[in-house]
Each structure stands twice: as C-alpha cells, then as structure tokens.
C-alpha cells in the first residue's frame, strides 16, 4: 500500500513570508493528490486537487505542485497569516486507480507568527 | 445545508461496553467511510461505503462494525470497547468522483477506560 511521508515538525514562519510544506509518496505515482487543513478540535476541510499531469494548480495564495519524477508534493501558501496557523494534511487513492479510497498523511503543523 | 453531521461529540465507555457512532450526511453523497485519527498516526480508514447496502473493510476494522441501510446514514458500531479505541473518530462522505474532495464531521472524542 501507499505510504505518505509529511514533516512531523511543526513549521514555523513569520507572518508574510511563504510557507512550503512536503508531501512525499513511496509506491506508484496516484492518479492525483489532495490537500486538506485540519484545524484543533476539527475535521479536515478540503483545499485542492493537483493531477498526475498537472505540474502547478493555483488558489488564491495557496499553489501546489506535482512532481511525479521525485514522488513529491509542494503546498505553498504565500503572504502567511496568522489565521493560515492549521495543521495540513495530504492524501491520495489507495491504489493507482482514482476510485479507491483516500490515504492521508500525517500531517504537518504550521504555525505562523505576527 | 449541514453537510455531515457525527454524534455524540464526547464520549467516555468502560472496557467491554459496546455503543454506536451516528453520521449522517445531506449532500446525497454516494460514499461513505470512517476514519479515526490518533496521534503520530494520522487518520486510518476503518470501514467504507459506496452506497446503500455495501459496506468494506479498511486498514484497521477488527473491532467495529458498519452497516449503510439508507444514503444519508453511516453508523460505527464498536462491538467491545478496549483502550486501544481510545481516539478521535471522524466520518466522512464523498460523491463518487473522489476528485471533488472529502467533506468530514467534526468528529467524536472517544476515551476507553
């Protein structure tokens, strides 16, 4: 099964500078790739979708980015804010094959200071 | 619109007693699934749905049970508590093009003593 590695370590960053998160897989290259904030005492709220052969997808100040070379994903969020401070998780198919169900990472916290 | 809606919030259950996590969900939404989250391990599914009357297993379903007898609703049922179900559970509902996204519950606190 696919393994989904995201940095355990909190992030933190001054506010108005970009915080890039990772998101590393292990196994087959998914179909596409998912990212979710997770605020405390919350359940996870969906961001953004990247495909397999979409190199970039933009949303207001948060980009993601696919690289499947590397079996990586970037999630940027440029000029942070405080109210950016979450802890974010992605996810992708069990298997290679869109229909099966979600495999989450970890997560990674981000704090951002004013 | 309420999207999907999990009780009780909190819940506290002595070893050996059984109970039922409700969700529940307006969106028509044809998957269903169950996911508990505990710390340094980041959510594991535990049962899923693709519709009405099919139910399959996850990654971590000894120990629970699911049942999906109508759209809206998705129970857990947890057969014979024991510490280790100590979690926070979340229930979550999709269309059946997983690309739009998971919506979850807010999720219900479980403590096991």
């Known amino acids: 099964s696919q393994k989904i590695e995201q940095n355990s370590e909190a992030l933190n960053i001054q506010e108005g500078k970009t915080a890039t998160l990772t998101c590393n897989y292990t196994?087959?290259?998914?179909?596409?790739l998912q990212w979710y904030r997770q605020d405390p005492g919350r359940g996870p709220v969906f961001l953004l979708l990247?495909?397999?052969?979409?190199k970039e997808k933009r949303k207001e100040r948060l980009k993601v980015t696919f690289d499947t070379t590397l079996k990586q994903s970037l999630f940027h969020i440029t000029a942070s804010q405080p109210a950016d401070s979450a802890t974010y998780l992605c996810a992708l198919p069990e298997n290679n094959n869109a229909g099966n169900m979600l495999t989450f990472g970890g997560g990674t916290r981000l704090m951002v200071k004013p | 619109n309420a999207g999907v809606t999990q009780t009780p919030k909190f819940q506290v259950l002595k070893t050996g007693q059984s109970m039922t996590l409700q969700c529940a969900q307006d969106?028509?939404?044809?998957?269903m699934s169950w996911y508990r989250q505990d710390p340094g391990m980041g959510l594991r599914l535990i049962h899923y749905s693709v519709g009405a009357g099919i139910t399959d297993q996850g990654e971590v379903p000894n120990g629970y049970n699911v049942s999906r007898s109508t759209t809206e609703d998705f129970p857990l049922r947890l057969l014979s508590a024991a510490p280790s179900q100590t979690s926070v559970y979340f229930c979550a509902s999709s269309y059946a093009d997983r690309t739009r996204g998971y919506t979850f519950g807010s999720g219900t606190r479980l403590t096991v003593v």
């Open positions: 196994n087959y290259s998914p179909a596409y």
């Open positions: 990247i495909r397999e052969n979409e």
């Open positions: 969106m028509n939404h044809e998957y």
